[in-house]
C-alpha cells in the first residue's frame, strides 16, 4: 500500500504543469497504456489525453482523484527509479457515454488510441469496444465530420487493417454517406509496440511512495526498454513522439512478425509449458533448462521464416535473454496465458504451418499447443471462448478439437496431433 504518511499524489502536490488540452482520446485505460502511449505524448506539452476504460470504475476515479497523475515505476536489474507522468488530462469510466461522445466529437481531437486486447477487435454485439468506437464517430460525423487518426496499439498483425476491416463489418448497414466518410476521413494506423509491463502489487506502491514522497494509490511498474514503430496518416496532426523514441517508418510487416514470434511467441510458449513445470514468472521459466532450450529453439525455427537480417534478429534475441531474466520485473505466467485462441493464431501458428509444409515437426510449436492443452483442461480460463475450449479440451479426442478451433487444418495433421498427446504426457511426468 501507498505510504500513509506521504502526502497524495496531485498536480499540486508535486508542483507539475496543469493538465494539457485534450487532443487525444485513448479507449483501454490500463497499466500498458500508462507504460507506453502516455509516456510517449507526455513528450509534447501541447497534447493531453482523455482516457476511457471498458466497466472499471475504481481506477477512473483514483487517477480523477490524482488529477490525472501516476507513478512510473522502472525495474531492471539495477535499483528501481520512479518517474510522475502528467499525459492523462482526464480519466473516465466506461459509462460516462456522453462525456465519450463529446470528446470524439470535438474538433480539438485530432487522434484515437485504442489498447482493447486481441478479442476486441473480433467480438461484437452491444456495448463492445467497435461498438463504441462507432458510436464516437457516427457522432464525429454528424458534428462536421472533422479527419481523425485511429491508432490501435495491440499485438496483431497490421493492427490498422485490423481495425479498418472489423469497422467496416460493424458499419456495413449504416447510412452511405456515413460510410464514405469513414473511407475519405479517417486514416488508419499501423503499430508495432513493446513494453513489458505486469501489474503493480501493495510493494510497488510502497516503492512508489518512497522513491517520489508521494502517496500514488495508481502506480505502474514496468521495464526500461520501450519501443513503438508507427506506420500511417494524421490528418490533423500529432504530439511528437518521437522526441521519446518512436519511430515512423513506411512498412511496419517485418517488424510487426519479428515482434510477434519472437517476443509474444516466446512469451506464449512460456506461459503454457511453465506452469506445468513448476515455473510462476518470466523470469524464474528462464532460470529452468528445459524452458530456456526451448525458447531457443524456438528463436531458431521461427528465424527460418522470418524477413528481417540475420544480424537484426541475432540482436533482437540477445536484447529478449536480458528482458526475460531480468528479476526487477515479475511478469506472471498465467497473466499472459488469458486469450490463447486470439494469440496462438498471430503468434504461433504461421511459424507451424512454414515448418510442416518444409515436412518438420518443431517441438516448441508442438509444446505450445501440449501446453495450452494442460491449461485448458486444469487451470481458470480467461478466454472469448473459454467454456467452448475447456469442452473440447477435456472430451476424448481433446486435442485434435482444441486445435481444430484455431485451425482446421492443422487439425487434421495426424503426426502433429499424435505428438501433442505425447507431449503433454511429457509435460505432466516432467512437471
Known amino acids: 500500500m501507498p505510504d500513509n504518511a506521504a502526502p497524495r499524489l496531485s498536480r499540486a502536490s508535486a508542483s507539475t504543469r496543469p493538465p494539457a488540452p485534450v487532443r487525444a482520446v485513448h479507449l483501454g485505460l490500463g497499466a500498458f497504456h500508462r507504460a507506453h502511449q502516455a509516456v510517449y505524448t507526455m513528450s509534447d506539452s501541447d497534447w493531453g489525453i482523455a482516457a476511457y476504460t471498458f466497466r472499471n470504475t475504481t481506477l477512473p476515479r483514483t487517477l480523477t482523484e490524482q488529477d490525472g497523475l501516476y507513478t512510473l515505476q522502472v525495474r531492471g536489474d539495477g535499483k528501481p527509479r520512479a518517474e510522475i507522468v502528467d499525459a492523462i488530462s482526464r480519466a473516465h469510466p466506461g459509462g460516462d457515454t456522453d462525456r465519450w461522445l463529446a470528446d470524439l466529437a470535438s474538433p480539438d481531437v485530432a487522434l484515437l488510441t485504442l489498447t482493447i486486447t486481441e478479442p476486441g477487435y473480433r467480438t461484437g454485439g452491444h456495448g463492445s469496444a467497435i461498438d463504441r468506437v462507432v458510436a464516437g464517430l457516427r457522432g464525429r460525423h454528424r458534428a462536421g465530420g472533422d479527419p481523425i487518426a485511429l491508432v490501435p496499439c495491440d499485438n496483431l498483425p497490421g493492427n490498422g487493417g485490423v481495425l479498418r476491416d472489423a469497422l467496416a463489418a460493424a458499419t456495413r448497414e449504416e447510412d452511405a454517406a456515413f460510410r464514405a466518410w469513414l473511407e475519405e476521413h479517417v486514416s488508419f494506423v499501423d503499430t508495432v509496440v513493446d513494453r513489458i509491463t505486469p501489474a503493480a502489487t501493495d510493494e510497488d506502491a510502497a516503492t512508489a511512495a518512497r522513491l517520489t514522497g508521494f502517496a500514488d494509490h495508481a502506480p505502474v511498474v514496468t521495464e526500461p526498454f520501450s519501443e513503438w514503430l508507427l506506420a500511417g496518416r494524421f490528418p490533423l496532426g500529432r504530439p511528437a513522439w518521437e ?8 512498412d511496419l510487416a517485418a517488424f510487426q512478425q ?11 510458449l512460456l506461459a503454457y509449458t511453465g506452469p506445468a513445470l513448476g515455473c510462476t514468472t518470466v523470469d524464474e521459466a528462464m532460470q529452468h533448462p528445459t524452458l530456456m532450450a526451448l525458447t531457443e529453439s524456438w528463436w531458431d525455427t521461427a528465424a527460418r521464416h522470418a524477413t528481417l537480417p540475420e544480424e537484426d534478429l541475432r540482436d533482437y534475441r540477445q536484447r529478449l535473454l536480458q528482458r526475460f531474466a531480468s528479476p526487477g520485473i ?8 488469458v486469450n490463447g485462441s486470439q494469440k496462438i493464431p498471430a503468434r ?8 510442416r509444409s518444409a515436412g518438420r515437426l518443431p517441438e516448441p510449436a508442438v509444446a505450445v499447443l501440449a501446453g495450452w492443452l494442460i491449461h485448458l483442461r486444469d487451470r481458470e480460463v480467461a478466454d472469448p471462448r473459454a467454456d467452448e475450449l475447456v469442452a473440447l479440451a477435456r472430451s476424448g479426442n481433446g486435442a485434435r478439437q482444441v486445435v481444430a478451433t484455431v485451425d482446421s487444418e492443422l487439425a487434421e495433421d495426424g503426426a502433429l ?7 503433454v504426457e511429457h509435460l505432466r511426468s516432467a512437471g
Open 258 to 268: 519479428r515482434k510477434l514470434w519472437f517476443l509474444n511467441g516466446a512469451h506464449t
Open 348 to 355: 504461433i501458428l504461421p511459424v507451424l504451418r512454414a515448418e
Open 417 to 423: 496431433i499424435s505428438a501433442v498427446d505425447d507431449y
Open 243 to 250: 522526441n521519446a523514441g518512436a519511430r515512423f517508418v513506411d
Open 330 to 337: 515479475r511478469h506472471h505466467l498465467l497473466h499472459i496465458a
